[in-house]
């Protein structure tokens, strides 16, 4: 599996969150702000036709407004439309309760068409204010409607219609929404490059605590890892740090103490060997390496019965962890140079009770068993040299005895004293 880089796994995340992010703002604030402008629109048109009708009433077309005169009113109403739609700056249409255009500020009411179908027109017939967006079947090009009743006596008398091109209102909006779009682009590339600085900057620092680390398993434990601003970072680092700082503390003690055993085990003259449950030597100084003929730096770590050759110490060990108590034969094998080594035995269990292996210390017993054998030697050549002297004093005695020329107590004292040190002797 390909590893990629923290930035590289965060960069994506907060690329699209934020393009997303900008994107759903962006339409949704061009939705909403088209929205709010077209109502803004469709109110200052619908302002502009009151202002438009009360104009037309004040200059007195509107009163005299009926369907049956319409024909000679068209005239003077056109030139108060016209200058009217100057002024307000819409297209103004005069349109009779039928839907017969009565007047059009830029065109010519003869050749237009019934309006009474027109869905502002006829909005607006039935007494409510009529917008309408649509293409104009008369000018070609999309506009933008609003009509208003014109009442008399509470009565509908015709519509007031204005209108202004579509593309004259869409290039406000359409404007205002490039503007959006490149304010939220822009905002959207800084946001980028805040995250990208972010994600490197989270990215250095778990670098850093990681080289920490990693110098900590190499054995460096001098290393502290930086603390950040970032919190669950720096909480991170401290935790780091103080467990370097104890471990350091704690290896210091542990090769104080290997040392120690080193130095005591090194200078014991009695040979120490620890074996393990799984038959591996765990321990073994200098004196028992002596006395069995191997090499301490190879045979660490190895197996008892591949690194030593002795079938007697096999033998012993084995009978130590079946339980069984060796025969004093048992405890003693013959070493190299004929030396004689004695052997005991005991069990290593940690702490907690748990079975870990056999300890066996083994000494020297070389010059002890030549000294014993000396001591039996000369007793048995001073028993044989003193036995033929003490025999004769005994013959002695017993003639003495015999004869009746001594007493016999005494000499019968003396008898049993010589018997006594003649058993010795033998």
């Known amino acids: 599996m390909r590893r990629k880089s923290l930035v ?16 759903i703002v962006g339409l949704a604030a061009t939705s909403a702000m088209r929205k709010f402008y077209y109502s803004q629109i469709r109110e200052d ?3 502009r036709a009151r202002l438009v009708h009360d104009s037309l009433l004040h200059s007195g077309v509107l009163p005299r407004f009926d369907n049956k005169r319409t024909i000679g009113i068209r005239k003077r109403t056109a030139v108060v439309i016209q200058e009217l739609a100057r002024s307000a700056k819409v297209r103004i249409t005069l349109i009779s309760k039928s839907g017969e255009v009565i007047a ?38 999309t506009m933008f409607y609003v009509a208003i009743p014109i009442k008399h006596n509470g009565q509908i008398m015709g519509v007031l219609r204005v209108a202004q091109p579509a593309n004259a209102i869409d290039s406000r ?17 800084l946001t980028v490059a805040m995250s990208l600085i972010a994600a490197r900057r989270l990215a250095r620092a778990i670098a850093q605590i990681r080289n920490t680390a990693a110098a900590f398993a190499n054995g460096d434990f001098s290393s502290r ?32 103490q290997s040392a120690q055993q080193t130095a005591i085990l090194a200078s014991m003259r009695e040979g120490v060997l620890a074996v393990a449950d799984d038959d591996r030597i765990l321990i073994l100084n200098q004196a028992a390496a002596d006395l069995l003929n191997v090499t301490l730096d190879r045979t660490l770590g190895r197996p008892l019965q591949e690194a030593v050759r002795n079938p007697a110490l096999n033998r012993f ?27 005991n035995a005991a069990e290593l269990r940690d702490p907690e009770g748990k079975h870990l292996g056999v300890l066996i210390v083994m000494s020297d017993i070389t010059q002890s068993a030549k000294l014993d054998q000396m001591r039996r030697e000369f007793v048995a050549n001073v028993s044989h040299e ?41």
């Open 8 to 23: 590289w796994k965060l960069f994506p995340v907060y690329f699209a969150i934020t393009l997303a992010s900008v994107l």
């Open 45 to 47: 048109l619908a302002v």
């Open 104 to 141: 059009d500020s830029h065109l010519d009411p003869a050749g237009m068409s019934n309006h009474s179908y027109r869905p502002e027109v006829h909005k607006a017939l039935s007494g409510e204010i009529g917008t309408s967006r649509r293409l104009s079947k008369t000018l070609g090009i």
């Open 173 to 189: 909006p359409t404007a205002m929404a490039y503007r959006i779009v490149m304010i939220s682009l822009a905002t959207a590339v």
């Open 225 to 256: 890892a930086p603390v950040t601003d970032i919190a669950e970072l720096a909480g991170l680092a401290d935790s780091l740090n103080s467990m370097a700082g104890r471990i350091e503390v704690q290896l210091r003690d542990m090769a104080r």
């Open 317 to 343: 060990i084995e009978q130590i962890r079946r339980g069984q108590q060796p025969a004093d034969e048992d405890r003693v094998f013959r070493a190299q140079r004929d030396r004689l080594v004695q052997m």
């Open 386 to 426: 003193l036995k033929t002297p003490i025999t004769a004093i005994k013959g002695y005695v017993e003639t003495l005895l015999e004869s009746k020329n001594l007493d016999q107590s005494k000499a019968r004292e003396f008898l049993e004293t010589t018997a006594r040190q003649a058993d010795r002797l033998n």
